[in-house]
């Protein structure tokens, strides 16, 4: 009701008088077509990447890993993560620490990467189960199945709790343990 009432009334926020120009911060404002500047100070609006590149989440997981891997204790500040750090961490590593994310586990690789560690992640990531048998299949059967590749695909699938497992993979966990048994008497 108080809409209908308001409607035929005159536009408050207009006024006759003209307004006051707001005042310059600093002499270079005042020029045409100079864009203004930030002030000067020490607040960020995002959060500065460390002088080795790493992002603060990203150098936290990793002290944690080097306080649980190295048994050290990385100080607060200007600490870079070690080489022998770096060798050892692995994706499990990562996948697994706490708040460490893709985003920052993709982050860490490739600054390892730049560092001259390689931190590999596993040959199946991104693909579906039936997709990592299909080419555990394959591979078997051209020769180059290796047994890592092979356990791996067994913790994804026990993760999942997957209870079907293709003939084709029986066959292969068949040969595996025959030769291991084999290997064992010998």
Do not use: Y
């Not at 750090?85 to 893709?102: D, E, I, M, Q, Y």
């Amino acid at each position: 009701m108080n809409a209908r009432k308001n409607a035929a009334a005159p536009d408050r926020r207009k006024t006759d008088e003209p307004r006051a120009k707001a005042v310059p911060a600093s002499p270079t404002d005042a020029r045409p077509g100079v864009a203004a500047r930030r002030p000067l100070g020490n607040v960020t609006a995002f959060p500065q990447a460390h002088p080795g590149g790493l992002s603060n989440r990203a150098l936290n997981v990793l002290k944690m890993l080097s306080a649980e891997l190295m048994g050290e204790c990385p100080p607060r500040e200007g600490w870079t993560p070690s080489g022998a750090l770096l060798r050892r961490v692995t994706f499990k590593h990562l996948s697994t620490a706490r708040n460490c994310g893709p985003q920052t586990i993709h982050e860490i690789i490739e600054w390892a990467a730049s560092r001259g560690a390689t931190i590999r992640p596993p040959s199946l990531a991104g693909k579906s189960l039936s997709a990592s048998w299909k080419e555990l299949g394959m591979r078997f059967a051209a020769g180059e199945l290796p047994h890592a590749e092979m356990a791996e695909a067994l913790e994804k699938s026990i993760r999942r709790k997957s209870t079907t497992v293709p003939v084709a993979i029986q066959k292969i966990l068949l040969q595996f343990l025959n030769n291991a048994g084999k290997q064992s008497r010998s």
